[in-house]
């Protein structure tokens, strides 16, 4: 079986590094990116099943990067992010952003959302 290939773009390296190790075992090929500007660079030459996104990072925030993703592409997006207030919410999801969940957060949680968006 293929495994469904994830981009994890967050610029905490410790929480890049367990869910990478954590998707991993759960059987999808993790990519991950520490800034918005790498995450585009990977994007010209790669197609994810998924993307999950942190909001806000030293290089801008996550919905304009949303933006650019959605002009060109139907890539489910997962935004993760400690901005867990419901006008931050609302707006990850007008953005164009599949599932928002907020910081922290179980691992479980997301898997299963991931999850669902593959189906």
Do not use: W
């Not at 998707?23 to 585009?40: G, M, R």
């Not at 179980?106 to 669902?116: D, M, S």
């Amino acid at each position: 079986m293929i495994k469904k290939s994830i981009l994890l773009v967050d610029d905490d390296q410790r929480l890049r590094e367990l869910l990478k190790d954590y998707l991993n075992e759960k059987n999808f090929q993790v990519f991950i990116s520490e800034d918005f500007n790498e995450a585009k660079e990977i994007l010209e030459f790669f197609i994810f099943d998924l993307i999950i996104l942190d909001r806000m990072m030293p290089s801008g925030d996550g919905v304009d990067l949303i933006q650019d993703i959605k002009k060109t592409s139907k890539t489910p997006i997962i935004m993760l992010t400690a901005m867990g207030e419901n006008n931050d919410k609302i707006d990850g999801l007008k953005t164009g952003s599949d599932d928002y969940i907020s910081k922290p957060f179980e691992p479980e949680e997301l898997f299963l959302r991931i999850q669902k968006l593959l189906k």
